[in-house]
């Protein structure tokens, strides 16, 4: 059951990835070019949002960087590469929707919010956590992340216009939503 549950959120993240763009890149702030498919009718909530999850997609790639070498759990390391493969497309994504509206540099600038002083927090912890309790504590870490996403992904529906952006926010609310389910039972032992 455990690795029938994996290989479904595998292949969701995958699908997910594809949707997003490619991985052939690996830093996070890469140029974005013409493989990213364009947003249209952006309006203000559909721009916060995107810089939002711009922000929270970093966040992502960086709390997998962080423990990837430590990790224990097989599954959990499968499930770790998959969510940074995902979220690392995810963030070339919004970044290159939120260029295509706005050239002011502030406006793709990674958002400031409450989630950055939770990952600062959780990686910390993270980092100063003995190497046999890094996979309970980055279980925690990352279904706190993936939850905070999936509630801001909710409650975008009502606020924006893009259809590009809402079907994204659909797929973070789902994906994030099962990969903290995930998460949670790999926790404890129970997927």
Sequence with gaps: MRRLLLVALLTTAALLAGCAGTA???????EVGDEVPAATSMNEADIR?????????????????????????????????AVKAT?????VMTRAWLQAVDSDPAATAPAQDAGRAITDGGLARLRGTPDAAVD???CELLGTHHRIAAEFARSHA??????EVLAYARRVE????????L??????GDA
């Design 87 to 91: 979220e690392f497309d995810e963030h």
């Design 174 to 181: 789902r994906s994030r939503t099962a990969g903290a389910e």
């Design 158 to 163: 009502e606020a924006g216009t893009s259809p």
């Design 24 to 30: 052939e890149r690996r830093d996070t702030r890469a």
């Design 49 to 81: 949002f995107l810089q939002a999850m711009a922000a929270h997609t970093e966040q992502s790639v960086e709390i997998a960087r962080s423990v990837q070498d430590r990790i224990d759990d097989p599954e959990i390391k499968i499930l770790v590469g």
């Design 183 to 188: 998460l949670d039972r790999l926790s404890a």
């Design 136 to 138: 309970a504590v980055l």
